[in-house]
């Protein structure tokens, strides 16, 4: 019989809190300079603060579904904030930070298991979908809060420019995650508004919507026009092309170090 979660199964994780305590090294890090190399510290914070965000996507999901009815999610290890207990490990960590690495793309991944036959109603339904994509709109909005509030006196360049391209992977992770396709977070806020002979069709392809959203971004005008909606919404709060182009270089460490420019240069 399934029980309402424990304390233990709320309690935070080594592994969580170990991944955050590299976020903040390496921020600290790429902030103050200390490192011999600011590209590798810029790589681990960017890398740390996704995963993180990962995590924060998937626990989102995990207990607005808790709250509306699924009382096994705390068995299954989710409220503990621990990747490792998702359903999909390779989906939901190891694939969106190879994409973040490969082609600088906030790809969604796909982790926790939600017995859907426990929730009563479709706007409980759709709000689980759409807790986790709103969490990455959240993270946007606070990484993007020194542009827009304009508080960046003081800040120095390095840590900046992370900032910015850890604000467009968040904006990436956002808008693809809300993209109608079968598999991801987008469909399933509308999947409980559709006639079940819809549904019934459309789930053989569910397990394919991740790799044909991945496969479309590689046709040239599909990847164009999606980084120019992506700029646009960053230019609108106050990250500019500038911040985002360094950022990803600084990411990129291993394709050497360039000389950082100053804001002002």
């Not at 994780?13 to 590299?22: E, R, W």
């Not at 990847?223 to 106050?238: K, P, Q, T």
Request: overall charge neutral; proline content about 6%; some cysteine.
């Amino acid at each position: 019989m399934t029980t309402a979660p424990t304390r233990s199964d709320r309690r935070v994780s080594p592994v969580f809190l170990g991944i955050a305590a590299v976020t903040a090294a390496s921020g600290w890090a790429a902030w103050t300079g200390f490192a011999d190399n600011p590209g590798f510290a810029v790589f681990l914070f960017v890398t740390a603060a996704w995963i993180v965000s990962l995590c924060l996507h998937e626990y989102a999901h995990a207990r607005t579904a808790l709250h509306s009815g699924d009382i096994s999610i705390g068995a299954k290890g989710y409220l503990t904030l621990n990747p490792l207990k998702y359903t999909h490990a390779l989906l939901s960590i190891v694939l969106p930070v190879l994409f973040v690495i490969m082609g600088g793309i906030g790809l969604p991944g796909g982790a926790v298991f939600i017995e859907r036959g426990r929730i009563r109603g479709r706007w409980r339904h759709s709000l689980i979908s759409a807790a986790g994509p709103l969490t990455n709109v959240l993270f946007a909005v606070v990484c993007t809060a020194p542009f827009w509030l304009d508080a960046l006196d003081g800040v120095p360049d390095t840590f900046r420019y992370a900032l910015a391209f850890l604000a467009l992977l968040q904006v990436t992770a956002a808008i693809l995650n809300f993209l109608p396709v079968p598999g991801l977070d987008g469909y399933g806020v509308i999947e409980p508004w559709l006639s079940l002979s819809i549904r019934r069709q459309v789930e053989p392809f569910a397990p394919f919507g991740l790799l044909a959203v991945f496969g479309i971004l590689w046709i040239p005008e599909v990847n164009e026009a999606f980084f120019d909606a992506v700029d646009a919404i960053l230019r609108g709060l106050g990250v500019t092309d500038w911040d985002t182009y360094w950022g990803q270089r600084l990411y990129r460490f291993w394709q050497g170090t360039p000389d950082i420019p100053s804001i002002s240069g």
